[in-house]
């Protein structure tokens, strides 16, 4: 019996993972624009860019096996090895400071993609991106297709989310490829509380998308940020073929 206790209360090496918060790269946080533009006109958006996250017990944090089990049988929640969440061996300041850098590179990265996908010279345009409190780079196609909303829509004036609430996750990289981030399950799930009807996912993740797939949220596979755009100008224009997972 003791060594049942002394087990159930045994610190073990795991985070617990959940549906973190989404924000409109379109809108504002905490007053201010996520996305703000010089150099070039800009134009009035409607709808919703939501970029999405997961939330985590912290990398000190004591997580026991009565935790563990209770999360391993909800779709809420996921449990993950806390080396593949938090680097072994740095404090809790040198990963925050880590995820931060990321979260920089992905938008200067994602900004750079979007105005190669548009043609238009960096040197002339200046683009600053504001999201508080969240790290890492899997916001950069989101970015990405913020500022190509705002600078040129779906390119004949319409908006480029057809005034729906589109939600997705994404790494970018300067020539438009999107790249895998995890999570994705937790995301959607957090995608579709917060209002979204469509998501963006990694085709690579596709399979765990659809894992635990809220209901009224459809997915839509990219590969690319052009693709990622063409997808949404035939959503919005319901001609054309919109990929599915």
């Known amino acids: 019996m003791g060594l049942l206790a002394a087990a159930l209360f045994a610190p073990l090496p795991f985070a617990l993972t ?21 150099g070039a006109p800009t134009r009035k958006t409607s709808g919703e860019l939501r970029m999405t996250t997961i939330e985590a017990t912290g990398p000190d944090a004591t997580v026991q096996l009565g935790d563990v089990l209770d999360s391993w049988f909800r779709t809420d929640r996921a449990v993950m090895p806390r080396d593949a969440v938090y680097p072994s061996g740095q404090s809790t300041k040198e990963i925050e400071e880590y995820n931060t850098e990321q979260m920089r590179e992905s938008q200067d990265t994602a900004t750079e993609a979007a105005l190669n996908h548009l043609g238009l010279d960096g040197k ?21 297709l913020g500022i190509i909303d705002k600078l040129d829509g779906d390119g004949s004036g319409g908006d480029l989310t057809g005034g729906r609430s589109i939600a997705g996750t994404g790494t970018i990289d300067a020539h438009g490829t999107v790249g895998p981030v995890g999570g994705v399950a937790l995301k959607t799930q957090a995608a579709r509380r917060d209002g979204a009807t469509v998501f963006l996912v990694p085709e690579a993740e596709c399979s765990d998308a659809k894992a635990e797939l809220p209901e009224g949220l459809r997915l839509i596979p990219v590969t690319t ?3 990622a755009v063409d997808a949404l100008v ?12």
Request: proline fraction near 7%; glycine fraction near 18%; aromatic fraction near 2%.
């Open 18 to 38: 959940q549906p973190g918060m989404t924000a409109d790269v379109l809108g504002a946080d905490r007053g201010e624009p996520v996305i703000t533009i010089s």
């Open 234 to 245: 035939a959503l919005e224009k319901g001609g054309g073929s919109v990929p599915n997972c």
């Open 124 to 144: 002339d345009i200046k683009v600053t991106l504001e999201l508080a409190d969240v790290g890492g780079p899997s916001a950069g196609l989101l970015f990405s």
């Open 225 to 227: 940020l052009k693709g």
